[in-house]
């Protein structure tokens, strides 16, 4: 099974993140999720609920079209590499997975979860978020300084001078600063 640091890695080098092409839009979506139990009890000790939870998430995921492409369980939470989610948020995507998967882990296997649990809470309210993406944010200031120049003479404006970082020359030839060519 990869872990989330590995899929996320992979993920970047499958021909440098291509682009979702949707019939109005281009673009990628990408989120890194992590969710605890309530009061971060140590549930996912138990495989069978560990087990559950992920194909839980998958089928809400598929449901929602979007994919997980890695999900990986410590004691007390789960982290999760969602992508193809350019319809929806980051809070949209917790929710559903969250109540879903909630809902049916206290129906399915209340002999396991019942003394984890705190009423009819499952997770705890909050959850951890991160958008995963293509170029850094250096890169998209330097394109987007760069592309007024096209739309201006230059007696109407001067282009910002920006630099990019050392290990990266182009918007499409980045590289992470500790690898080597």
């Known amino acids: 099974m990869p872990t989330i640091a ?4 992979k993920f970047a080098e499958m ?3 291509e682009l979702n092409h949707n019939r109005h839009s281009v673009g990628g979506s990408n989120f890194h999720l992590e969710f605890t139990p309530k009061y971060r009890v140590k549930v996912f000790r138990i ?3 560990r087990k559950l939870t992920e194909a839980l998430m998958r089928r ?11 999900i990986e369980f410590g004691p007390d939470h789960v982290h999760i590499f969602v992508t193809e989610c350019r319809k929806y948020s980051a809070s949209y995507l917790a929710n559903q997975l969250k109540g879903y998967s909630s809902w049916y882990i206290r129906k399915a296997l209340p002999e396991y979860v019942q003394a984890y649990l705190w009423g009819d809470s499952f997770w ?3 959850y951890f978020y991160e958008s995963i993406g293509r170029v850094t ?6 394109y987007i300084e760069r592309q007024q120049g096209k739309h201006w003479t230059p007696a109407e404006i001067t282009i910002p001078q920006s630099t990019l970082p050392p290990t990266q020359t182009t918007l499409d ?4 600063p500790n690898q080597t060519h």
């Open 6 to 9: 590995n899929a996320i890695k």
């Open 15 to 17: 021909k440098k993140m």
């Open 47 to 49: 495989e069978i609920v």
């Open 60 to 70: 809400k995921a598929h449901q929602l079209g979007v994919r997980i492409e890695a």
């Open 124 to 126: 705890s309210d909050g």
């Open 137 to 142: 944010a250096d890169t998209v200031k330097y």
């Open 173 to 176: 030839n980045f590289t992470h």
